[in-house]
């Protein structure tokens, strides 16, 4: 597996006008709200001074340091995971065992599929493939299983950080890196706006962790139970790195009512989500004159 060093880098910051970093959260599918930040980020001509990231948020955030405007992120993901056909051919190549020792050591048991070749299949090639070759500083979440702490990848393999921090527990089999087992980044920190703290004028962070969606007279299903859970305990976490460490904006876009795993359902995520896109236009705005101001 790729080697991941976490020292930090030299970040720089702005001084000719305020300088804005991104926390982009996990929530699996709900994730594919984050395209509409890239967009009017894009629009509005905001290069990010640092990008954070966990799990999902880790996938877009490291496409956007790579250079990729959120116009290529929306084709590339309405074209893959948007097209159920295309996305179910994608993941049965890569989730297939490669041989007969692959079949018997590994099979496709609950829990074990390779994130690591799922997202080769589905990442844009232009992703880099080590952190230096970012156009934006990148931190990346992930949480040592063993070690019992959350770690932040900011150097060496991109793509091994990136699946580790994509890790979800009971879907996918946990990332080795060095001799470490790491897993899900949003376990420890969902939306890591706290690791940005300082390093630019107007932090933002975008939570799509969301809440478990249903009615009180209906009881959830064991597995919408087990992320629902998921979802209440991420919440906690956020809400106490809010207190010590509020960012200037918290985006929460319209995904409660998505799954986690509905990767399938990305235009109609995208499209009850595009509210978003307006909000934070509004909330940097206002950071902008703020700052103008003072």
């Known amino acids: 597996m790729g080697k991941v060093e976490t020292t930090a880098p030299d970040l720089p910051v702005r001084s000719s006008a305020p300088s804005v970093a ?27 001074t640092v990008i954070s990231g966990s799990s999902i948020g880790a996938i877009m955030g490291a496409a956007m340091a790579s250079g990729l405007s959120g116009k290529d992120i929306r084709d590339h993901t309405l074209a893959t995971i948007g097209n159920r056909s295309n996305a179910i051919g994608r993941i049965w190549k890569a989730a ?37 070759d ?9 949480t040592d299983y063993y070690g019992h702490c959350e770690v932040v990848c900011e150097k060496g393999d991109l793509r091994t950080a990136i699946a580790a921090s994509a890790a979800i527990p009971a879907v996918f089999r946990p990332v080795r890196i060095g001799d470490r087992i790491m897993i899900d980044g949003g376990i420890f920190n969902p939306v890591p706006f706290d690791k940005l703290s300082g390093l630019a004028d107007i932090v933002i962070g975008v939570d799509v962790v969301g809440l478990p969606a249903g009615t009180p007279d209906q009881a959830p299903s064991t597995v919408d139970m087990m992320f629902g859970a998921s979802q209440l305990m991420m919440q906690s976490i956020i809400e106490m790195k809010r207190h010590a460490y509020p960012p200037h904006i918290l985006l929460r876009p319209e ?10 359902k990305a235009k109609e995520i995208l499209a ?21 101001m003072s």
């Not at 959260?25 to 990010?48: C, K, Q, V, Y």
């Not at 509210?275 to 206002?286: F, H, I, P, T, W």
């Open 272 to 292: 009850d989500s595009s509210g978003v896109a307006e909000l934070l236009k509004r909330d940097l705005d206002a950071a902008f004159a703020f700052h103008g």
């Open 22 to 48: 991104v926390a982009f959260g996990g929530g699996g599918a709900r994730g594919i709200a984050h395209i509409h930040i890239i967009e009017t980020l894009n629009a509005m001509g905001i290069r990010p």
């Open 255 to 264: 995904v409660h009512q998505y799954r986690v795993l509905d990767f399938l």
């Open 96 to 132: 297939r065992p490669r041989g007969v020792k692959d079949a018997m050591e590994n099979g496709l048991r609950l829990g074990q599929f390779n994130i690591e070749r799922i997202l080769e299949a589905f990442l844009p090639d232009t992703v880099a493939r080590n952190f230096e």
């Open 134 to 142: 970012l156009e934006i500083p990148t931190k990346i979440m992930v």
